[in-house]
């Protein structure tokens, strides 16, 4: 069965960077694209991007173009998204998905989320 | 960018009665060629990740409850719960997939009268 494990929570400081992993299982990792999503605290949910695993094609969503970057290793089939210059609002949850088809479309896989807090 | 606009903001519903959440895309989200609406619907429970409902706007995803339905196309969307019960509390989203960035609608909290 298809299953994405996060890691751990985080706490950084305000300037300082983030590195999620989201660990793949029970599907070929390098045939469906991995959604990043966001949430705030008792906020909405907020699509950051996606990577395409086969060749580490990504696009993001504007807000984040230059500050969040997300990478892949096929080795173990793990991907990550990395936020650097971290604000306090970035204090989020941060969740990746498993696309469906593969190559863009909705979301049924997710991982558990990473609470990430940004505090001086 | 692809606006997505749920109404309402929240909802109370007593048990057994119809929930009706409303989604409104800033362009059509419905692809001509394959004449599906590329839209989705989540349900999000305190403390857990999403869980999909719905996609292409009215398909059921497998084991969810045939009392969810979605309908709509073009730019406006609905999710109807027929006969809401206790463990249908959560807050719902519809997302756009027809193009990157793929948007969420801002959430529809749904609690019981």
């Known amino acids: 069965q298809v299953q994405l494990v996060q890691s751990g929570a985080e706490v950084r400081k305000p300037g300082a960077s983030v590195k999620v992993s989201c660990k793949a299982s029970?599907?070929?990792?390098?045939?469906?694209?991995i959604h990043w999503v966001r949430q705030a605290p008792g906020q909405g949910l907020e699509w950051m991007g996606w990577?395409?695993?086969?060749?580490?094609?990504?696009t993001y969503a504007r807000k984040f173009q230059g500050s969040v970057t997300m990478t892949r290793d096929t080795s173990i089939t793990t991907a990550y998204m990395e936020v650097n210059r971290l604000r306090s609002d970035d204090t989020a949850v941060y969740f990746c998905?498993?696309?469906?088809?593969?190559?863009?479309?909705?979301?049924?896989?997710w991982g558990q989320g990473t609470l990430v807090t940004v505090s001086s | 960018d692809i606006v997505m606009t749920q109404s309402p903001d929240s909802l109370a519903v007593s048990l057994g009665e119809r929930a009706t959440i409303n989604c409104k895309s800033s362009?059509?989200?419905?692809?001509?060629?394959?004449?599906?609406?590329?839209l989705v619907w989540y349900q999000q429970k305190p403390g857990q990740p999403p869980k999909l409902l719905i996609y292409?706007?009215?398909t059921r995803e497998s084991g969810v409850p045939d009392r969810f339905s979605g309908s709509g196309s073009g730019t406006n969307f609905t999710l109807t719960i027929s006969s809401l019960q206790a463990e249908d509390v959560a807050v719902y989203y519809c997302?756009?997939?027809?193009?990157?960035?793929?948007?969420f609608g801002q959430g529809t909290k749904l609690e019981i009268k």
């Open positions: 998905a498993r696309d469906y088809y593969g190559l863009g479309s909705y979301a049924p896989y």
């Open positions: 029970g599907y070929a990792f390098t045939d469906y694209y």
């Open positions: 990577i395409n695993p086969n060749n580490g094609g990504t």
């Open positions: 362009q059509s989200i419905l692809y001509n060629s394959n004449n599906k609406n590329y």
């Open positions: 292409w706007a009215s």
């Open positions: 997302q756009q997939y027809y193009t990157a960035p793929c948007t």
